[in-house]
T-cell receptor, first 116, second 114 residues
Framework: DAGVTQSPTHLIKTRGQHVTLRCSPI?????VSWYQQVLGQGPQFIFQ???????GRGNFPDRFSARQFPNYSSELNVNALLLGDSALYLC???????????????FGEGSRLTVL | AQSVTQLGSHVSVSEGALVLLRCNYS??????LFWYVQYPNQGLQLLLK??????LVKGINGFEAEFKKSETSFHLTKPSAHMSDAAEYFC????????????FGQGTRLTINP
């Protein structure tokens, strides 16, 4: 079975540009979460979507937005890119909306964004 | 608010030696606790999780962790290190009441010396 897939794997943008990152969850999973991992740090929560509704939002500016489609895939959009947005963006899927005994997160390999 | 502190950004042990990675958490509600491993250029893989069923949790690859409420700790151990254990390890906390949001520590890079 395919795991969580993310695209693109690597991309380079310049300051001020816009970027769209894509994520396909594990088949049957209805929850998708996005995390930002800056080099040398732990991942930071950006968004969670479950059944196409936003269930949680981290402390990120409005330049960051996301959505989930009817097939449960998701996009993360970042506008007006800054140098500090350079990071590994991780997508995770789960079968349940909440963390718990069965609510395991399965992570993709990430999209590495470099902003010049 | 929840937080995680991992003591030691780098830990180095010899092959066959005990591995101990430290994690302390802060949470105002009963927590769920997790350890993840990240190999170079890869995503995160769940090693083990504490969800209040048992305080000693066994995970994959011979790792285990013990939840100690009095010490607010969830340290990760492995009796005998293997070269393949070299990776970045992250401790994370999530609230029973919250959304599926994990708060991660800064990570500990484990190096195994031959």
């Amino acid at each position: 079975d395919a795991g969580v897939t993310q695209s693109p794997t690597h991309l380079i943008k310049t300051r001020g540009q816009h970027v769209t990152l894509r994520c396909s969850p594990i088949s049957g999973h209805k929850s998708v979460s996005w995390y930002q991992q800056v080099l040398g740090q732990g991942p930071q929560f950006i968004f969670q979507y479950y059944e196409k509704e936003e269930r949680g939002r981290g402390n990120f500016p409005d330049r960051f937005s996301a959505r989930q489609f009817p097939n449960y895939s998701s996009e993360l959009n970042v506008n007006a890119l800054l140098l500090g947005d350079s990071a590994l963006y991780l997508c995770a899927s789960s079968s349940l909306p909440l963390a718990g005994p069965q609510g395991e997160l399965f992570f993709g390999e990430g999209s590495r964004l470099t902003v010049l | 608010a929840q937080s995680v502190t991992q003591l030691g950004s780098h830990v180095s042990v010899s092959e066959g030696a005990l591995v101990l990675l430290r994690c302390n958490y802060s949470s105002s509600v009963p927590p769920y606790l997790f350890w993840y491993v990240q190999y170079p250029n890869q995503g995160l893989q769940l090693l083990l999780k504490y969800t209040s069923a048992a305080t000693l949790v066994k995970g994959i690859n011979g790792f285990e962790a013990e939840f100690k409420k009095s010490e607010t700790s969830f340290h990760l151990t492995k009796p005998s290190a293997h070269m393949s254990d070299a990776a970045e390890y992250f401790c994370a906390v999530s609230s029973i009441q919250g959304a599926q949001k994990l708060v991660f520590g800064q990570g500990t890079r484990l190096t195994i010396n031959p």
